[in-house]
């Protein structure tokens, strides 16, 4: 294997979800987080001499050591439910949809009762419109899920360095809420293994230009595993909105153990890497024996879905730092939606982060 690559972990079931676009204030568009993704990422692997391996099966009882199972539940049997009902025919909405939402404030004080009605439980779960179910998400969805896993396993069996080429990605997936293109949270899943498989603590490092409210969520009260995060400032308008803010620092034990470095939109590779190195030096501090990367390169500058600007040498010598930290390393894709730059991008971040590695 040449010092410049690692095992990298990819499926073909990731074409299996096709989100039929997204609805978003209302109107169905094409929606940017695409099939063509994963395989433009697996192309850019194999011309680069990536080693290309499959994921193993993994029960959904894997899943739920990070999700409400009635979550991994209704996500396996949404869409069956929706097509019963009939919605694709009358009034003609091909994918799971959401209408209403329980929101806090409504039903707060009472018991939470199931909506009878298929269109009503497509709220129940997601916070937002745009993350549409087919027959094949689910499928898909769990494919992603054994990717970061095996990913994990691997790492865990002695090899310093895992990419798992996850698609649909996961780091806007919480504990009991789906939503922002994701359905299971890959990184929290491949963090939550190598805990289980004996790591004391475990750094999580998200570069994608989006909050992972997500990840966040799942880890904000434990100390075990940190959560650091450098995204589009959510206070000047960007996804998830709701959340990301730097004053979000964990609660209980987990006090201290989130990080959140929001930048402001335009920032380019200088803010964003002085924002990369917090995180590094964050992941040292907890004394984390394992790194998972949330690497989404969704910041890039002429991505569709961010405002970042960050160059392709940027996303480098962030790499570089990471490799710096000197830690066995699962990265998991997220993000990154300009189809032309995509697996350049990823192939290069890799790279750049095995070059520092093959020289320990
Ligand atoms: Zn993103």
């Known amino acids: 294997m040449p010092s410049s690559t ?15 676009g997204e609805v978003w204030v209302g109107v169905r568009i094409p929606g940017t987080e695409v099939v063509a993704r ?24 894997s899943l739920e050591r990070v999700h409400e199972q009635a979550m991994v539940d209704y996500l ?4 069956e439910d929706w097509a019963a009902a009939g919605y694709p025919e009358e009034p003609g909405q091909d994918r ?23 269109s009503a439980r497509a709220g ?27 990913a994990a396993e691997m790492l865990r069996a002695g090899a310093p360095a895992v990419y798992a080429a996850c698609r649909p990605p996961g780091h806007h ?38 909050h992972g409210n997500g990840t966040q969520d799942i880890f904000y009260d434990r100390a075990d595993v940190l959560y650091g995060s450098v995204h589009v400032d959510p206070g000047a308008g960007w996804f998830p909105h709701f959340c990301g803010y730097a004053d979000e620092t964990g609660r209980g034990p987990g006090e201290g153990a989130n990080c959140n470095r929001p930048v402001t939109p335009g920032c380019g590779d200088g803010p ?58 699962v990265f998991v894709q997220e993000g990154g939606y300009d189809l032309d730059r995509l697996g350049g991008l990823v192939v290069g971040t890799l790279q750049a982060f095995a070059a520092v590695g093959g020289s320990r």
Request: glycine share 8%; charged share 15%; net charge negative.
């Open 272 to 329: 964003w890497l002085a924002a990369v190195d917090d995180l590094c030096a964050a992941a040292a501090t907890h004394r984390a024996g394992a790194l998972v990367v949330s690497l989404g390169v969704d910041g890039a500058a002429g991505d569709p879905e961010s405002p970042l600007g960050i160059s392709p040498d940027g996303f480098r010598r962030a790499a570089e730092a990471l490799a710096g930290l000197d830690l066995p390393t």
């Open 173 to 210: 997936a919480g504990r009991s809420f789906f939503g922002g293109s994701c359905y299971l949270n890959n990184a929290a899943l491949a963090a939550q293994a190598l805990r289980d498989g004996g790591t004391d603590r475990v750094a999580v490092i998200d570069l994608d230009a989006h």
């Open 124 to 150: 129940v779960y997601t916070t937002d419109t745009t993350t549409l179910i087919g027959p094949g998400t689910y499928a898909a969805a769990a494919a992603a899920a054994d990717c970061a896993l095996t």
């Open 96 to 118: 799971v949809c959401p209408y209403i939402f329980p929101l806090p404030q409504a039903v707060a004080d009472r018991p939470f009762r199931l909506p009878a009605a298929p």
């Open 6 to 20: 690692f095992p990298a972990v990819w499926t073909e079931q990731h074409r299996l979800h096709d989100p039929g």
């Open 76 to 79: 396996r049997t949404a869409y």
């Open 38 to 61: 994963g395989d433009l990422i697996r192309a850019a692997l194999a011309s680069a001499g990536f080693e290309i391996v499959p994921p193993t099966a993994h029960p959904a009882s």
